[in-house]
């Protein structure tokens, strides 16, 4: 696979196979290469792989073997002299060398020219044509075709005659692992990012959100260093009457994707996005939704999405009736579904906007019950917090998990930045500045009272109380008193919220003693994961924490 051979014009889907057969060393006989196949086609070669069938409602089941969930750390980026010095580096961004690299990188071209039909797929990740990255995909399994398809933004068949050269190419191998004895290898299983090839490979993982969230990381990179644009780990809605665009940040579990799909606002998409000089854009064409526990009544949109051409990973069924069981997580508890952005009714198409947030929700689920349900935030408190990422892990989904634990990913995206956080809080803190935008603090977790007290979760209705007092304006004009310890200024009423959920340190059920004694800890929490950013953060954002 030699980039050399990389350097011809591409404009049809002939040439592309060509091109693929040249950089693979494949047999003409032997091969059949599929660009670009439309899912009926995906369909019929799915379902000749294992386990793989078709639900009730058309969508396609299928199963990514060992590996239900990403692998963080088997993801490497490549040290080399283009990149080395932006890189975040440390437990998420793991050197590799170049020559660890050139060995993987054949090793994945072994695999994928010994098998007897691969997929490409040339598409787009980033709705503005003026940021827009060409991606292409190869791989060797329909599902990861299937899976692709839907999440990267599909051209035009114009475009698609005039695809050229790709700016970033993914070689999946992961049916075939990597070789533990090559130096660097800690696992069969590696996910390798290469900003100087511009390519990405994976072995010995099956999982294909590992594409997914690689142009993640890819993005996280590329727009902020050569185009001054924020990437950030959002969903983001706009009102339908004001088109006020709001961006939430959240963690799994906290709310994201349910909270930013409302009936009256338009969703622009449920994870990725870009915030330019000129507006928001969502960085994919597809949603990817946590199938555990989803029912029609809970979220409707998300429900009917889950039809012909949608994919549906490591669900359970009823062998007879094809059914699917959204309870059972045997397999696990990270059952997804991806499917194309337009099978939601409200979502806005083309999914960008001219225009920038008023709005920014970061959401966290405390089970500790010491946050309040929402709380404003001071623009040095919104990088605090942004920085931190706090929610708390629930217990089920890990393995080892028992009780609630208090977790913290920087910028509610850790695993996929590619630089330092301090300089996406930076970007953050700038852009809301010059455009005046609000932040909000949003507990979607327990409130009044921890978990492990047999507490109760804030109800869902509240939360969406509140997000619509944010929306018309009016929960920004309300009195607010100060939260002890965070310092958190919290609205003293929400219409349609309980005056009696507002303050936790007011009406916690055990006692002030007791609430005294939680908030404390979890602020020493806080400080103790912020000592890792101490050396790179101003004055005012570590003056923005909790005093104990």
């Known amino acids: 696979m030699s980039p050399s051979k990389l350097n011809r014009p591409i404009t049809d889907s002939t040439q592309v196979e060509q091109k693929i057969r040249e950089e693979l060393s494949l047999s003409d006989e032997v091969i059949t290469i599929r660009r670009n196949a439309p899912a009926a086609i995906l369909y019929e070669d799915a379902l000749k792989e294992r386990k793989t069938a078709i639900s009730s409602t058309g969508a396609l089941i299928a199963y990514s073997g060992e590996k239900t969930g990403r692998s963080p750390r088997d993801k490497r980026i490549i040290e080399e002299p283009t990149s080395k010095d932006e890189i975040w580096w440390g437990p998420v961004n793991t050197p590799c060398s170049e020559k660890t690299w050139s060995i993987n990188r054949e090793r994945a071209?072994?695999?994928?020219?010994?098998?007897?039909?691969?997929?490409?797929?040339?598409?787009?990740?980033?709705?503005?044509?003026?940021?827009?990255?060409?991606?292409?995909?190869?791989?060797?399994?329909?599902?990861?075709?299937?899976?692709?398809?839907?999440?990267?933004?599909?051209?035009?068949?114009?475009?698609?005659?005039?695809?050229?050269?790709?700016?970033?190419?993914?070689?999946?191998?992961?049916q075939f692992p990597a070789n533990m004895q090559t130096e660097g290898m800690t696992s069969k299983t590696t996910i390798e990012i290469n900003f100087k090839a511009m390519e990405m490979i994976i072995l010995g993982t099956e999982y294909a959100g590992e594409m997914k969230k690689g142009i993640f990381t890819v993005m996280f990179y590329l727009m902020p260093v050569h185009h001054n644009v924020l990437t950030l780990h959002?969903?983001?809605?706009?009102?339908?009457?004001?088109?006020?665009?709001?961006?939430?940040?959240?963690l799994s579990g906290t709310g994201k994707t349910t909270l930013s799909a409302d009936p009256n606002r338009k969703l622009i998409g449920d994870d990725e996005?870009?915030?330019?000089?000129?507006?928001?854009?969502?960085?994919?064409?597809?949603?990817?939704?946590?199938?555990?526990?989803?029912?029609?009544?809970?979220?409707?949109?998300?429900?009917?999405?889950?039809?012909?051409?949608?994919?549906l990973e490591n669900v359970v069924y009823d062998p007879k009736t094809r059914v699917?069981?959204?309870?059972?997580?045997?397999?696990?508890?990270?059952?997804?579904?991806?499917?194309?952005?337009?099978?939601?009714?409200?979502?806005?198409?083309?999914?960008?906007?001219?225009?920038?947030?008023?709005?920014?929700?970061?959401?966290t689920c405390d089970a500790s019950g010491v946050l309040p349900p929402v709380s404003k935030l001071s623009p040095e408190q919104v990088m605090y917090h942004f920085i931190s990422g706090y929610t708390s892990k629930m217990a089920g989904t890990e393995q080892g998990i028992s009780q609630p634990e208090a977790t913290f990913s920087s910028c509610f995206g850790q695993p996929f930045l590619a630089l330092h956080p301090i300089k996406y809080a930076t970007m953050l803190a700038a852009k809301m500045s010059e455009h005046r935008a609000n932040a909000w603090l949003i507990n979607t977790g327990w409130t009044g009272s921890s978990y492990s007290s047999g507490g109760n979760?804030?109800?869902?209705?509240?939360?969406?109380?509140?997000?619509?007092?944010?929306?018309?304006?009016?929960?920004?004009?309300?009195?607010?008193?100060s939260l002890p310890v965070f310092n958190l200024q919290v609205p003293k009423k929400v219409k349609g919220v309980p005056s009696g959920l507002l303050n936790p340190?007011?009406?916690?059920?055990?006692?002030?003693?007791?609430?005294?004694?939680?908030?404390?800890?979890?602020?020493?929490?806080?400080?103790?994961?912020?000592?890792?950013?101490?050396?790179?953060?101003?004055?005012?954002?570590?003056?923005?924490?909790?005093?104990?």
């Open 109 to 174: 071209a072994d695999y994928l020219r010994t098998r007897d039909h691969l997929y490409i797929v040339d598409a787009f990740a980033g709705w503005d044509p003026r940021y827009r990255i060409k991606v292409r995909v190869v791989c060797a399994r329909a599902y990861h075709a299937t899976f692709m398809t839907n999440m990267l933004i599909k051209p035009t068949e114009e475009e698609l005659a005039h695809f050229g050269e790709p700016d970033f190419t993914i070689w999946n191998a992961g």
């Open 234 to 250: 959002s969903s983001a809605n706009e009102g339908i009457e004001k088109n006020d665009v709001t961006l939430f940040f959240g």
């Open 273 to 311: 996005h870009c915030w330019s000089n000129h507006g928001i854009f969502n960085i994919e064409g597809g949603c990817y939704a946590k199938c555990m526990g989803l029912t029609k009544e809970k979220e409707p949109e998300i429900y009917s999405a889950i039809k012909y051409g949608a994919i």
């Open 324 to 363: 699917v069981d959204y309870n059972n997580c045997s397999i696990t508890e990270n059952t997804r579904c991806a499917y194309p952005i337009d099978y939601i009714p409200s979502a806005k198409i083309p999914c960008l906007v001219d225009s920038h947030p008023q709005n920014l929700v970061l959401l």
């Open 457 to 481: 979760r804030c109800p869902l209705k509240h939360t969406r109380a509140i997000l619509d007092a944010i929306h018309d304006g009016t929960l920004a004009t309300e009195s607010y008193e």
């Open 505 to 548: 340190s007011k009406n916690w059920v055990d006692g002030e003693a007791k609430y005294k004694a939680a908030v404390t800890n979890l602020g020493r929490k806080f400080i103790e994961n912020f000592k890792i950013y101490e050396d790179k953060a101003t004055a005012t954002v570590l003056e923005a924490g909790p005093k104990i």
